[in-house]
Structure formats: C-alpha cells, structure tokens
C-alpha cells in the first residue's frame, strides 16, 4: 500500500514538471511566432509600463538637448570685420611744406597713430612728399578730415573692404588645427617605435606649420582692422602757377613773385657786395692815381709864355 502511495505520488509530481515545461516554452514560443502586434496585446498593463521609457532616460534627454541649446547661445556674436583706407591728394603753398609736415605728425600722434613711412623730395623749386599714416579706425572719421584742411585738395578717396567671412575661416581653421596639434601629441606619449614616433612627429610639423600661417594671416587683420591705412600726398604749388585762380589771385600772384624777385635780389646783392667794395676801391684808387699824374704833367707859368715872371 505504502508502495503504490510512493508511485502515484511521483506520477503526479512527474505530470506538475512536464506541464510547467511546456507552460513557459508555450509563452516563449507564443512571444516569437505571432509576432509584435499580437504580443503586445496580450501584455499586461505592467508590461507595458515597463517598456515604456523611464522618467530618467526622458530626463537625460531633455538634459542633452538643453546642453546643446546653452552652448550654441553662448557662441559669441562676431562682430563686421572691415578694413578702412584713404587717399588724399594736397597742394600747398609755396614755402609751407615743413609747417605742415609738422602738423601731419602732430594730428597722427594726438590720434593714437603713427606714420608708417614717409618720402620726401623736390624739383623745380617745389617739395612734395608721400606719407603712409596708420590712424585707429574708430577716430578715422575725425583725422581725415582734418588731414584735408592742411591744403587744397586735389583728389580724395575712402575706400571699405568686408573680411568677416575670411576671419570667421580663419577662426575655425585655428581651432581645428589646435585640436588636431593636442591630437598628434597625445599620440606622439603613446609611440612604441622609432618609426611611429617619426611618423606621428612628421604629421604634426605640418599641423603646427598650418597653425602659424592661419594665425599669421589673422594677426595681419587683425592689425588693418585696427589701424586705417592713408596715404596722403602733399605737394607745393610750383612758382607762377595760377590755374585755376581768379583776377585778383593772379594779381596777389603777381605781387608775391615780385616780393620773390626782391628777395633773390638782396640775396645776391649780399653775396656780392664784398667784391664790390673791393671793386669800387680798387676805382678810386686808380683814379687818384690818374689824376695825380696829371697834375705832375700839367706845365708851370712860366712856359705858358715863355717869359719867366718877376720878382
């Protein structure tokens, strides 16, 4: 009796195992034969909530995305980069062209400039002169036109040029070359041979080659943004031009060559008047002389006559 309890009792426990096998293979089989639609309809609401996505991962989303969001709006605005330049063409009077050299200097200097070179020659009586000044672009439009008073103007020219675009290139170029300088020397602590030493080293003479000229060229901006560039000629007006003068400007021309002409004159009135003193004593010396002569020669009374006169 105890015998046939034992084996209905592994019977029935033999039964509970196979039927619990097939169970779970069923449910398995079931998830991979009828396919998504079906699955998902014989979820359970917690299932479901357990594929749903969690308030974490939408969190670590909403967080990126802001990040993303916050670095492009602290990308500074860049500013128009513009290169300024100016031509301007004097003439002056005759004889003022070192006073207002001096003024050119002095506007230039009290401006925050400096003159970058300067020419100066002459002929036919007249100096004239080229100066390259360099003003900073923000008083420009002040110095120009003072720069013009100093005489009448011949000829002006104000020219712009936009670089925005090349220094923007220029900027990203820089960047990307410093993060590909960090890149070859990291790599350059990680070489295990000679020849990827070599290598590596080689690759990155060129990188920082390419660095040099990209900050080279943005310094050369840098600089012609900064400083306006004018060249300024300064010419004096040559002797007895009076184009484009009026009746009386010619009259006041006239009577300034005569002044010219007096002056030249005593110049060489000056010049000469020791030769002329000794001239002129050398003249009366020998008219002394002559006249003395004479009166030697000259005959007494008493060969005017020819009687000898009384006692």
């Known amino acids: 009796m105890w015998a046939a309890a034992s084996f209905a009792a592994l019977t029935a426990l033999i039964i509970a195992a196979a039927a619990l096998a097939l169970t779970g293979d069923g449910g398995g089989g079931g998830a991979m034969t009828w396919g998504q639609p079906e699955a998902e309809e014989g979820l359970t609401e917690a299932d479901r909530s357990s594929h749903a996505p969690s308030a974490q991962d939408k969190g670590e989303v909403a967080g990126a995305v802001s990040k993303q969001s916050s670095i492009s709006a602290d990308l500074p605005e860049l500013s128009p980069r513009v290169i300024r330049t100016g031509k301007l063409s004097l003439e002056l009077e005759k004889g003022t062209y070192q006073e207002k050299r001096g003024e050119v200097y002095f506007l230039v200097e009290s401006a925050g400039g400096y003159v970058q070179s300067e020419n100066t020659g002459g002929d036919g009586g007249s100096v004239r002169g080229t100066f390259l000044l360099r003003i900073p672009a923000d008083r420009f439009d002040r110095v120009f036109p003072d720069l013009s008073r100093l005489g009448e103007v011949k000829s002006t020219e104000v020219a712009t040029q936009d670089v925005t675009q090349e220094y923007i290139d220029l900027e990203g170029r820089i960047r990307h070359l410093e993060a590909e300088e960090q890149f070859y020397l990291g790599l350059i602590a990680q070489a295990k041979t000679i020849q990827e030493m070599l290598s590596i080293r080689e690759r990155l003479d060129s990188v920082q080659l390419q660095k040099e000229q990209a900050l080279g060229r943005k310094n050369y ?26 009746f009386w400007g010619r009259i006041g021309e006239a009577f300034r060559s005569f002044g010219r002409a007096c002056r030249e004159l005593l110049v060489g009135l000056a010049y000469a008047l020791p030769y002329l003193a ?4 050398a003249a009366m010396l020998a008219w002394a002389a002559v006249r003395r002569r004479r009166v030697r020669k000259a005959p007494g009374p008493e060969s005017r006559d020819g009687q000898t006169p009384l006692q």
């Open 221 to 246: 901006l840098d600089k012609q943004i900064s400083y306006s560039l004018v060249t300024l000629n300064m010419s004096e007006a040559p002797p007895g031009d009076s184009t484009g003068k009026g």
């Open 278 to 281: 000794l001239l002129i004593i």
